[in-house]
């Protein structure tokens, strides 16, 4: 990384082959006092693209002269994982995002642990209480784009998800299990980027994670300059008691999944509804040839919060839509 930013070593754990398990962190001080930005990606191992591009970019952008205070990034929070470009730790088969919770205080056993809630323990200790702010990285893969900023209502985190300039918003509630909860608990204010994916439209996806990290800083007085304007942002409501217009759409069976023209990775990179596409995808039977699913559009007009993006081999229970109803979303002008 740029001499600018200071790069060091969370010590975790020895493997079985005897590699040490550290995480990486980067360090950069602005020159005059202000809060501190966390930015971590790869807490699920498949999800390199573009977040860890984006983090070492902004990295690499930010005049330390400009910066009121310092912005410590990890990259790569789950370095098992992303060894083997899984979701979840081939080792013990956790996901590293349920592995936050509190110990419970009848815990006989401490502090036995498993690599998972080693390596947040280490996140919680070392990184998690320095934060005022925080934004975490998720992705989808070659074949997947996610497009939405979840966001709490508190209104810093409110203000951050509008500031990072997505048309998509989804207000969340943090589970205490959770990478999110573990830090709002420690006192950051918290936003999730689900920001594209590794395939077409890389690019874009690239640029406005940049984009969208220095609006969110200039937001918070970070950094000197205007803040931009957001774009119309739909904010679709997930939290406990709120009708839940959410669709996850998993394909049954694996194969070749076409989509529709229509929902082309424009349209989803956009963020807009989608009207009158007859059938969002279909999947081929690669073996037969025949097709054996469609999958239709749930509602009349349709937000793509995460999308199959462009023909894919994708296998059988995989995600290929999350999907919700424009016409229940608020609408930010
Ligand atoms: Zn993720």
């Known amino acids: 990384m740029s001499e600018k930013s200071k790069f060091s070593w969370l010590p975790v754990t020895t493997l079985s082959d005897g590699a040490e398990l550290r995480l990486p962190l980067h360090v950069l001080k602005g020159d005059r006092p202000g809060?501190?930005?966390?930015?971590?990606?790869?807490?699920?191992?498949?999800?390199?693209?573009?977040?860890?591009?984006?983090?070492?970019?902004?990295?690499?952008?930010?005049?330390?002269?400009?910066?009121?205070?310092?912005?410590?990034?990890?990259?790569?929070?789950?370095?098992?994982?992303?060894?083997?470009?899984?979701?979840?730790?081939?080792?013990?088969?956790?996901?590293?995002?349920?592995?936050?919770?509190?110990?419970?205080?009848?815990?006989?056993?401490?502090?036995?642990?498993?690599?998972?809630?080693?390596?947040?323990?280490v996140i919680i200790e070392s990184f998690l209480p320095h934060l005022d702010y925080h934004i975490d990285f998720h992705?989808?893969?070659?074949?997947?784009?996610?497009?939405?900023?979840?966001?709490?209502?508190?209104?810093?985190?409110?203000?951050?998800?509008?500031?990072?300039?997505?048309?998509?918003?989804?207000?969340?509630?943090?589970?205490?299990?959770?990478?999110?909860?573990?830090?709002?608990?420690l006192g950051a204010k918290v936003i999730v980027a689900e920001c594209g994916g590794g395939g077409l439209l890389y690019d874009e996806w690239f640029e406005r994670g940049v984009r969208g990290v220095f609006n969110v800083m200039r937001q918070l007085g970070m950094l000197p300059g205007e803040v931009e304007k957001p774009p119309r942002q739909y904010v679709v409501d997930n939290t406990h008691g709120h009708h839940r217009n959410l669709v996850l759409l998993r394909q049954r069976e694996g194969g070749l999944l076409l989509p529709h023209p229509a929902i082309n990775p424009r349209a989803s990179f956009d963020g807009q509804p989608i009207e009158g596409?007859?059938?969002?995808?279909?999947?081929?039977?690669?073996?037969?040839?025949?097709?054996?699913?469609?999958?239709?559009?749930?509602?009349?007009?349709?937000?793509?919060l995460a999308a199959a993006v462009g023909p894919a081999w994708r296998a059988a229970g995989d995600t290929v839509y999350i999907l919700a109803d424009a016409d229940a979303a608020e609408v930010w002008e």
């Open 35 to 121: 809060p501190t930005l966390g930015l971590t990606a790869l807490i699920h191992g498949d999800e390199p693209l573009p977040s860890v591009p984006i983090i070492r970019r902004v990295l690499e952008l930010i005049d330390p002269a400009q910066l009121s205070g310092t912005v410590m990034a990890l990259p790569v929070c789950n370095p098992v994982a992303a060894g083997v470009l899984a979701r979840n730790s081939p080792l013990d088969g956790a996901n590293l995002n349920a592995a936050f919770g509190e110990s419970g205080e009848d815990a006989t056993i401490q502090p036995v642990r498993t690599v998972s809630e080693q390596i947040a323990a």
């Open 139 to 185: 992705a989808g893969d070659d074949g997947l784009a996610v497009h939405m900023i979840e966001f709490t209502d508190d209104p810093d985190s409110t203000a951050m998800a509008r500031a990072f300039n997505m048309p998509i918003l989804l207000r969340d509630e943090w589970g205490a299990n959770q990478l999110w909860g573990a830090s709002a608990r």
């Open 277 to 304: 596409a007859p059938y969002l995808a279909q999947l081929l039977n690669s073996y037969d040839l025949t097709v054996h699913e469609t999958y239709e559009t749930p509602f009349a007009r349709t937000l793509m």
